[in-house]
């Protein structure tokens, strides 16, 4: 139980161009979801949390413009990354918060590479 | 600002041998503790978890030991194998902050044969 699926496991983009990237949880229903980065060698930074039926709610120094979260249902969760850049270029990584126990599952990550 | 670290950065342990895995916490406020396994190129996966009102709690090879006056918790595998190579963070649930996890640094745990 408690399965999180992410879409694309990987994308490759020019930049200036535009990418969306899917978090789902496939067994359960997720009132919260949490969208985090990973560079390489590094821990999982918090970017945002995803709140269903609601505005998300971003950590500092993240742009509420260029990473666009929307979580439509309850089991589904999306992160967009307008006007892609180099830099961008990142794992990025979502969970879903079990409710009764407040554990966060992860989806399997999404490699992005902006070229 | 408040953070969660980890004392030893990389450590190596022989197939069969008990691993153990620190990490210190400074959130006075934190009141849920999970452990996770991240494997090379994948998301992060749950171990196991403790909350602020127990000192210990064990599974399936894995034991979790929260010490909360010195703030310390650590994960301890036994009869560590190849496939627990992967690098383990621990993570601290702050409750009166949205129920957000702050992670730890990241320890790499490698099995020698």
């Known amino acids: 139980g408690a399965v999180v699926s992410q879409h694309p496991s990987w994308v490759i983009c020019k930049s200036g161009t535009s990418v969306k990237i899917e978090c789902r949880s496939l067994d359960f229903q997720a009132t919260t979801m949490f969208w985090y980065r990973q560079f390489p060698k590094q821990s999982l930074m918090l970017m945002a949390t995803s709140n269903e039926g609601s505005k998300a709610t971003y950590e500092q120094g993240v742009e509420k413009d260029k990473f666009l979260i929307n979580h439509a249902s309850l089991t589904l969760s999306t992160l967009t990354v307008t006007s892609a850049h180099p830099e961008d270029s990142s794992f990025y990584i979502c969970?879903?918060?079990?409710?009764?126990?407040?554990?966060?599952?992860f989806g399997p990550g999404t490699r992005l590479t902006v070229l | 600002g408040e953070s969660v670290g980890l004392h030893l950065p990389t450590l190596s342990v022989q197939e069969g041998d008990n691993s153990i895995i620190n990490c210190a916490y400074s959130?006075?406020?934190?009141?849920?503790f999970i452990w996770y396994k991240q494997e090379s190129g994948k998301g992060p996966q749950f171990i196991i978890d403790?909350?602020?009102?127990?000192d210990k709690r064990q599974g399936q090879r894995v034991t979790v030991l929260l010490n909360k006056t010195v703030k310390h918790l650590s994960l301890q595998i036994a009869a560590t194998q190849p496939g627990d190579s992967a690098v383990y963070f621990c993570a601290e649930n702050i409750g009166d902050s949205g129920n957000k996890l702050v992670f730890g640094a990241g320890t790499i745990l490698r099995v020698k044969s």
């Open positions: 959130n006075s406020a934190s009141d849920y």
């Open positions: 969970s879903a918060r079990l409710t009764s126990t407040d554990t966060q599952y």
């Open positions: 403790i909350r602020s009102n127990m």
